[in-house]
T-cell receptor, first 115, second 114 residues
Framework: DAGVIQSPRHEVTEMGQEVTLRCKPISGHNSLFWYRQTMMRGLELLIY????????DSGMPEDRFSAKMPNASFSTLKIQPSEPRDSAVYFCASRERAMSNQPQHFGDGTRLSIL | AQSVSQHNHHVILSEAASLELGCNYSYGGTVNLFWYVQYPGQHLQLLLK??????LVKGIKGFEAEFIKSKFSFNLRKPSVQWSDTAEYFC????????????FGQGTTLQVKP
């Protein structure tokens, strides 16, 4: 039973470069979440989708961040241009139904380092 | 504003000690409550959840949590911790009326000494 799959697991790049993080949710799940985790701010929700539609992107830090979900089995989080303060672990999570009493299932995360 | 507060940021215990991690929330309306655990270098995993019924909820690995509505609390407990419980623990709350969002606490790092 495959869980949430994220790629890459690690990304190191120079500031100013475009970064694309990828997520494949669990099959059949129709809600998808992007989080960022840092020591300073803990776990922050960036954006979430229900049925491929963005519902709440109020956590997206600024216009350099964008997220898409072109279909039920794939989502991307893009940072362009990247900055050192974007360094963090980015988690994707999916949930079976768009109801808050259902648990979210997390991927292994992408550890992003911007030099 | 909706918020979750975990009072203990870093807890150090010896094996076999009892554990209680505090979680208080601020949310108007009916809530759904979760505890997640993150072992070093791994992703968050669900420990237990509450959304209705018996306010004392039992989860995996011997953990339990009690929902006390009057105190807006959902504290996590374990009678006897093991070294393998060393991890970060997150409390999260979601409203039953909204369609998705969970608010996470800042997390509590538990270190269990063998």
């Amino acid at each position: 039973d495959a869980g949430v799959i994220q790629s890459p697991r690690h990304e190191v790049t120079e500031m100013g470069q475009e970064v694309t993080l990828r997520c494949k949710p669990i099959s059949g799940h129709n809600s998808l979440f992007w989080y960022r985790q840092t020591m300073m701010r803990g776990l922050e929700l960036l954006i979430y989708f229900n049925n491929n539609v963005p519902i709440d992107d109020s956590g997206m830090p600024e216009d350099r961040f964008s997220a898409k979900m072109p279909n039920a089995s794939f989502s991307t989080l893009k940072i362009q241009p990247s900055e050192p303060r974007d360094s963090a672990v980015y988690f994707c999570a999916s949930r079976e139904r768009a109801m808050s009493n259902q648990p979210q299932h997390f991927g292994d995360g992408t550890r992003l380092s911007i030099l | 504003a909706q918020s979750v507060s975990q009072h203990n940021h870093h807890v150090i215990l010896s094996e076999a000690a009892s554990l209680e991690l505090g979680c208080n929330y601020s949310y108007g309306g009916t809530v759904n409550l979760f505890w997640y655990v993150q072992y070093p270098g791994q992703h968050l995993q669900l420990l237990l959840k509450y959304f209705s019924g018996d306010p004392l909820v039992k989860g995996i690995k011997g953990f339990e949590a009690e929902f006390i509505k009057s105190k807006f609390s959902f504290n996590l407990r374990k009678p006897s911790v093991q070294w393998s419980d060393t991890a970060e623990y997150f409390c999260a709350v979601g409203g039953s009326s909204n369609t998705g969002k969970l608010i996470f606490g800042q997390g509590t790092t538990l270190q269990v000494k063998p």
